[in-house]
């Protein structure tokens, strides 16, 4: 709201200028405007990077020494494996008879 009322206030304190400053002041603007807008050629332009890559540089920068065992055969016993361990760790000896 507050800039409509700028706006306003603007266009109406421009519109009180000479015909010969009004036309200078849409020079400036159309100026300032047309380089806020300015685009590089396409031959200048950086191709966006594929989501791949992205993901590969992501991966690149994890720390992946927790891992206990990463070369495995079988993902599945890997993954039982790692979620037994875990139990253990986090229930200990509790409901074992022995």
């Known amino acids: 709201m507050r800039d409509t009322i700028q706006l306003?206030?603007?266009l109406t304190l421009a519109l009180?200028?000479?015909p010969g400053e009004r036309l200078r002041l849409v020079e400036r603007v159309v100026s300032s405007v047309e380089r806020?807008?300015?685009m590089p050629p396409v031959s200048e332009q950086q191709p966006e990077e594929h989501w791949g890559q992205s993901l590969n540089r992501l991966l690149d920068t994890l720390d992946?020494?927790?891992w206990?065992?990463?070369e495995f055969d079988d993902p599945v016993e890997w993954l039982k494996q790692q979620r037994e361990q875990e139990?253990?760790?986090r229930v200990g000896d509790w409901?074992?008879?022995e």
């Open 87 to 89: 139990y253990r760790r």
């Open 95 to 97: 409901g074992t008879s």
């Open 8 to 10: 306003e206030e603007v």
């Open 36 to 38: 806020d807008i300015e």
């Open 16 to 18: 009180r200028l000479s």
């Open 64 to 66: 992946m020494s927790e």
């Open 68 to 70: 206990q065992s990463p």
